[in-house]
């Protein structure tokens, strides 16, 4: 089964700065793909950036980047120059296992960008 | 320019009064999901239409019905909800079923039950 963890509750970041937020993975697929979602408190998710793990070099999406790491089983997402609209939850998602589409998120992080 | 729209953003219905909430969109997608998304928790998926083809959930409770007459339409009955089914209801769809199609989502019906 797949798992997904995203071990940071809430995390704060000043305008203008850059901000990590962490994703680990569990999956016996060998062949998988990592989405980042954005919800806002208004409730809609929107879909940031995906990455599949064949993929040679990492997502990059505007501001948004995700950090790839195989070996540890990691896909952290970036996102630089933060704005006060960048203030949401965030959700790591994964696809597969043993329902192909069907995605398992993670808890979420939520993102509070002070001005 | 919404592609995903559900209506309506907010809907408060009665304990045991049956509700239908809608999604419609304009992207042609083979796929649409339901979720059900509790305060502070991650979206749950309930049940999938590839096409015509329903695929429920094992943990979906049987209060969940859904129906997608046609490609552009998908609709969530709740046929007796209770006080534990106040949540967001989230509509998605994708392109296609598989492990790299990402899912487009709808704002969202925030659904209060009293």
């Known amino acids: 089964a797949q798992k997904i963890t995203q071990t940071q509750p809430g995390m704060f970041v000043q305008e203008k700065e850059a901000v990590t937020l962490d994703c680990t993975y569990d999956?016996?697929?060998?062949?998988?793909?990592l989405f980042w979602y954005k919800q806002p408190s208004s409730g809609e998710m929107i879909f940031l950036i995906y990455?599949?793990?064949?993929?040679?070099q990492n997502a990059t999406e505007g501001r948004y980047s995700l950090n790839f790491q195989k070996a540890r089983k990691s896909a952290n997402l970036v996102i630089s120059a933060s704005q006060l609209g960048d203030s949401a939850m965030y959700f790591c998602?994964?696809?597969?296992?043993?329902?192909?589409?069907?995605?398992?998120f993670g808890q979420g992080t939520i993102l509070t960008v002070h001005p | 320019d919404a592609m995903v729209i559900q209506n309506p953003r907010y809907q408060v219905t009665q304990f045991g009064k049956p509700v239908t909430l809608s999604c419609s969109q304009t992207?042609?997608?083979?796929?649409m999901y339901w979720y059900q998304q509790k305060s502070s928790q991650a979206p749950k998926l309930l049940f999938h239409y590839y096409d015509k083809d329903f695929n429920n959930e094992a943990d979906t409770p049987d209060n969940f019905q859904s129906r997608r007459p046609n490609t552009s339409f998908c609709f969530l009955d709740i046929r007796s909800p209770g006080l534990g089914d106040a949540a967001m209801y989230l509509c998605?769809?994708?392109?296609?079923?598989?492990?790299?199609?990402?899912?487009?989502f709808g704002d969202g019906t925030r659904l209060s039950i009293l």
């Open positions: 992207l042609n997608h083979n796929v």
């Open positions: 998605a769809t994708s392109r296609d079923w598989g492990a790299n199609q990402p899912q487009h």
């Open positions: 998602a994964m696809p597969g296992g043993t329902s192909y589409g069907k995605l398992t």
């Open positions: 990455q599949g793990s064949y993929d040679q």
């Open positions: 999956t016996s697929d060998p062949s998988y793909g």
